[in-house]
């Protein structure tokens, strides 16, 4: 018989409610872990910073992708498709 897990309880504090905005991810890896670097880039602007660094497995990041996929299936279902500004394969190395 399987033990039933009770529901996690997620604490969301004020600072963190507020979110960060990011338009720009440096990602990077090694055989322990995916290190997710988020900035953003401005119009005008040569330099930005890292706001948010998310280290993770690689089990949890394929994780991420798949419940990624998912939501943005559920989205594109409600609101349609979403649009890109170009291709992956052309965009070089900025934004997402």
């Known amino acids: 018989m399987e033990k039933k897990q009770p529901p ?3 604490e ?4 963190e ?3 960060i905005y990011s338009n720009m991810v440096l990602i ?15 119009p005008g602007l040569p330099k930005t910073k890292v706001f948010a660094r998310i280290v993770m497995t690689p089990a949890h990041v394929k994780g991420l ?3 990624l996929k998912e939501n943005v299936g ?4 409600q609101h349609g498709a979403i649009k890109t500004f ?3 394969d052309k965009q070089k190395g ?3």
Request: no cysteine; glycine share 8%; net charge negative.
């Open 17 to 19: 409610s507020e979110g």
């Open 8 to 10: 996690i309880s997620i």
């Open 65 to 67: 992708l798949e419940a």
């Open 28 to 42: 990077t890896h090694s055989p322990a872990e995916f290190v997710l670097d988020f900035a953003r880039v401005l």
């Open 86 to 88: 170009s291709p992956p």
């Open 94 to 96: 900025i934004g997402f």
């Open 12 to 15: 969301l504090g004020e600072k």
């Open 74 to 77: 559920r989205y594109e279902a």
